[in-house]
């Protein structure tokens, strides 16, 4: 049976947990958070029947904390292959996972999707229990390091080679009459592959490490169309490791019980704060100075309403802190007739929110805000005196606003990735 201890144990960030009967183990998960995760499945062991086999013969936890979702969602794969857990099997209600098979064997290895293991001679990678998970990271790695998927071979280059995701092309390799160039063709191949399989193994830093190494190679030499394309690279790998690869409701497993949790942890403070319907999260991203970019977020009516999403790039030039940028935002965020939100929620603490309820008077915006300061996670009321709130980490309207926060936070770091891109070398 699960202890209160083993649970509050748990970290509460990305990784991977396991549900353990003494050594064996029954299923496997990831999360953004383990331990909300962890209690959600708890929560719903109570209605769910399959949710409650698992809790019902868990005697331990095991959990791996990891650097992002795309370590989790590779690690996950793998320690599902290797344990084959039971309930990760039956949550497939019997069809088959789908894998990502490298056919090593042949002298020009392709990257192909197949939904079981079946040939013994090929390299496989997964389960993956989302085809549209799968499908989005050999999209997204294939615009990093080409590769062939084509089964048959032909005498003329690939389409896929003319817009750069088929680079050196097999049937170009071929074709090629000099047997010296074909030869270093033909290993530049074989090397992406290499570099594919270590990406799929979780190996991201080795990578990185590669063609940063490039990059400073063709930059000396001034080669810079071509330090360009390596750059974009970079930005595409970086995007990857960040790339949202799974939904996770840290533990919100019921969106009007999180909001009513939320109304009676804050309401005290806010008489006026008749309804919560719509939250608007904020925050800034920014990696030196270039590209700053701010983020508003929505949730609305117990969803993340991502039609009323807006970024925002940052125009003052002069702005040369984070308070300023955000006053910046909000300015904005309030000339637009844009409806408005119930509760504004911003990522900081008292000297983020002193500012910005200084800046929204200014601006003539009466509406409730809270602040979330890290480490630990906690909620500064914005009102006279400015007092924290540390609720129980299982409370389900403090994971909604942990959750608004995180999510501001990955969508205002995506705008600032697209906006690197556009940038020259520096």
Known sequence: MLEKEQIDRLPSTYGVYL???????????????????????????????????IVGQTTEIESIVCQSEFEALILESQLIKRYLPKYNIIWKDNKNFLYIKVTIREEFPKVLLCRKEDDGTSLYFGPFSSTKIVETLVRDIRQIIPFCTQKKLTKNPCFYSKIGLCQPCPNFINSCRDKTSRLVLKRNYRNNIRKIIKTLKGDINSLTKSLTNQLKVLIKKELFEEAIKVRNKIFRLEKLTHLRFFNDDLGLTNQNKAIKSLSELIGGYFPQLLKISRIEGYDISNLGEKGVTGSMVVFQNGIFNKAEYRKFKIRNIKADSDFTRMEEVLKRRFKQNWSRPDLIVIDGGRPQLRKIEKNMRKINIKIPLIGIAKNPD?????IDGWPTVRPPKNNFGFNLIRLIRDESHRFARKYHLFLREKDFLV
């Open 19 to 53: 549900f353990k009967k003494r050594n064996q183990v029954l299923y496997v998960g990831k999360s953004v958070n383990i331990k909300a995760r962890v209690r959600s499945h708890l929560e719903n062991a109570k209605l769910d029947t399959k949710e409650g086999l």
């Open 378 to 382: 906690r909620l500064v009321i914005g």
